[in-house]
């Protein structure tokens, strides 16, 4: 099992692994080191705490971006196939959180093998989308249909959410982006006409949208967030700032979600 872990922090496909040259073993040889690849070092942020005399929290809330485990096919497709079911079953946002993360969302898994019971996971999308729900704006124009976009330094994510639903969804790499191009991406999602192919083609992870959405009939409020945001200067965007802070979008996401589970007071 820890021999499977490290090798697919590499790559999901074992066979593939061994292609490039690398060795799997079942124990480690003499005189080698032992590197640990995790996302959360526990030791480390309790001396960062100690070191300002404050206690160690006993309850975390995480967002990572998690391709999930997909030995097979792209992992580009696998998750743009998770959000398609996400959405066909309802596309409920409280449903993006989880204290017990679903099966092939590895690095999810891995985080709650670190810090163990007391913690609940999102993906660092689903966190940004829901924190900016936070903003006032947007909590009061989302249930008629609004674009949310995240734009980081390297990934897009475009929602389209209406009514505390995931309608539709497109996810990019910001590289791969210029304004105009944005801004078709936008127009072709809200009429439902926008293809995963397209999106996977140009290098992106792609498109999914709810099996009964065909397009909005109105024109949504476009809200942005992010760090590459002046991608959107030539568009008719709302600046999202949740609590005054748009860069803490996800981190609101998490303490919104947290809260509507029961798990942050």
Partial sequence: MLLNSAAKTIHD????????GVKLLESQPEDTLTVILEDIDIDQWQSFFESWFLNFPSRFAVAV??????????????RMERWKVFMDSGGHLEDLVYQQPPEGLTRMKAVAGTLGEKVILMDTGSAAICGMLEDSVVASQHKQGAILINLGNSHTLIALVQN???????????????PAKLA???????????THQEVFDDQGHGVALAKDFSGLSCSPLIAVSGPKRNLCESLPYYHAVPHGDMMLAGCFGLLKMGRKVGFIP
């Avoid at 496909?13 to 490039?20: K, M, T, W």
């Avoid at 971006?65 to 696998?78: C, L, T």
């Fill in 13 to 20: 496909n074992l066979d593939r692994i061994q292609a490039l």
């Fill in 65 to 78: 971006q998690d391709h999930g485990e997909s030995p097979d096919i792209s992992n580009r497709i696998f």
């Fill in 164 to 178: 505390s639903r995931l309608l539709g969804l497109c996810e990019h790499h910001t590289s791969k982006l210029t």
């Fill in 184 to 194: 078709i991406l936008i127009d072709k999602l809200v009429a439902g006409s926008l």
